[in-house]
Nanobody, 124 residues
Framework: QVQLVESGGGLVQAGGSLRLSCAAS????????MGWFRQAPGKERDFVAAIRWSDGYMHYGSSVKDRFTISRDNAKNTVYLQMNSLKPEDTAVYSC?????????????????WGQGTQVTVSS
């Protein structure tokens, strides 16, 4: 099993920044994707960003590109999501997920392991 634990959510004003962290532990997987998804009340779970652990290749959702940055720390088995220029529409529960595969996908059903989620609230 793989355990994912997020941290770093909170309340921020529009235009502000937050950094989310997701620490992975448990079973060792040689090839995988780490992704971030978000879900606002009454809405579908949306893809935010993902990174391929082996080479750092990244992919972003269109609504966050140029504002959010995903990165990883191999030594800490941790993935980060730096969120800048936050907007009220970024308000959601953000969850990290792991896909034991080498191909990045944007559909949440293709990710096998999930963290508990962390709330991000952006006030106007």
């Amino acid at each position: 099993q793989v355990q994912l634990v997020e941290s770093g959510g909170g309340l921020v004003q529009a235009g502000g920044s937050l950094r989310l962290s997701c620490a992975a532990s448990g079973r060792t997987i040689s090839t995988y994707i780490m992704g971030w998804f978000r879900q606002a009340p009454g809405k579908e779970r949306d893809f935010v960003a993902a990174i391929r652990w082996s080479d750092g290749y990244m992919h972003y959702g269109s609504s966050v590109k140029d504002r959010f940055t995903i990165s990883r720390d191999n030594a800490k088995n941790t993935v980060y999501l730096q969120m800048n220029s936050l907007k009220p529409e970024d308000t959601a529960v953000y969850s990290c997920a792991l896909r034991p595969n080498s191909y990045i996908t944007t559909t949440h059903q293709t990710y096998d392991y999930w963290g508990q989620g962390t709330q991000v609230t952006v006030s106007s």
